[in-house]
């Protein structure tokens, strides 16, 4: 789902609120034992990030795909300059800074639970099944991202976001994924 810019967050019933990370978007896809990761103009992101593949294949549940920002937080803010250093040709330059600045994988929908294609379900479900398989990873560098149903938290995460956020993506809990 592509965000889009408004003036306002939406306000009554049936919104969820999350904070928009200032990052790469990424697609995560795992069939049985291979993981792949994929930019939403889908290039293929795998050789770049090496540790949150390796991070994402120890989820015991197969069969899923997570959408989320690939992010690098250092201190109370995200590196996209650190993030752009990852898109580096050499091979060994790409494993020293995943070791000297890793990235991590913010995670906020769920499209495919094993078994479950979830992109037409509504926001709560794919929800459910994102923590679901975010309890079973339990692996740091895999955060959840926050959420709120309350329009004044998301208006503090505006007015208090600093380096970290890029805004509030504003979401209606019955949607579906759309493209």
């Known amino acids: ?33 291979a ?54 040709p050499a091979e060994s330059r790409v494993r020293k800074l995943s070791v000297e600045t890793p990235a991590e994988l913010m ?14 379900k509504a926001l709560v479900e794919r929800r459910a099944a994102l923590e679901e398989i975010h309890w079973q990873a339990r692996e740091p560098g895999l955060p959840l991202s926050p959420r709120t149903l309350d329009r004044a938290v998301a208006e503090r995460w505006l007015r208090h976001g600093g380096g970290a956020l890029d805004g509030v993506v504003a979401k209606r809990l019955d949607g579906p994924y759309t493209l």
Not at 9 to 28: M, N, S, T
Not at 60 to 67: H, I, K, M, T
Not at 107 to 120: E, K, S
């Open 107 to 120: 995670l906020f929908d769920c499209l495919r639970a094993p078994g479950i294609a979830l992109h037409q």
């Open 1 to 33: 789902m592509e965000a889009r810019l408004a003036d306002l967050l939406p306000d009554g019933p049936g919104w969820q609120y999350e904070p928009k990370w200032d990052g790469f978007r990424c697609l995560a896809f795992r069939a049985r034992k």
């Open 35 to 88: 993981v792949a990761l994929s930019s939403k103009t889908g290039k293929p992101l795998n050789r770049f990030f090496p540790e949150v593949v390796e991070r994402l294949a120890r989820i015991p549940a197969a069969d899923w795909v997570l959408d989320g920002e690939l992010i690098i937080p250092q201190g109370d803010i995200l590196s996209f300059e650190a993030l752009q250093a990852r898109l580096h």
